[in-house]
């Protein structure tokens, strides 16, 4: 089992620059991978980046040029530094880490785009 808990979300002006972190109870260095997602009311939650442990990382298309996920073994943590936001960024973002031991979710940070 493993706790997540994410934070640096909060309000930003178009074109602004947010870093989401991600902080794991146990180790992350030997998951699967680990991601961040994004949901808004009425919509189901979707993938923006995800980071395998060996260090691959894929970013979706609607974020990519804008987005970096990158993660820190020694402090069990993940990030999605988010430049050039836009206001259909505005989300509540999740980390999510996928184990031997299972699939588990952060409770969420929300992130709003707006001037």
């Known amino acids: 089992q493993v706790q997540l808990v994410e934070s640096g979300g909060g309000l930003v002006q178009p074109g602004g620059s947010l870093r989401l972190s991600c902080a794991a109870s146990?180790?992350?260095?030997?998951?699967?991978?680990m991601g961040w997602y994004r949901q808004t009311p009425g919509k189901q939650r979707e993938l923006v980046a995800a980071?395998?442990?060996?260090?691959?990382?894929n970013v979706v298309d609607f974020v990519k040029g804008r987005f970096t996920i990158s993660r820190d073994n020694a402090k069990n943590t993940v990030y999605l530094q988010m430049n050039s936001l836009k206001p259909e960024d505005t989300a509540v973002y999740y980390c999510?880490?996928?184990?031997?031991?299972?699939?588990?979710w952060g409770q969420g940070t929300q992130v709003t785009v707006s001037s």
């Open positions: 980071i395998t442990s060996g260090g691959v990382s």
């Open positions: 146990r180790s992350i260095a030997s998951v699967y991978s």
């Open positions: 999510n880490v996928r184990a031997y031991y299972g699939n588990y």
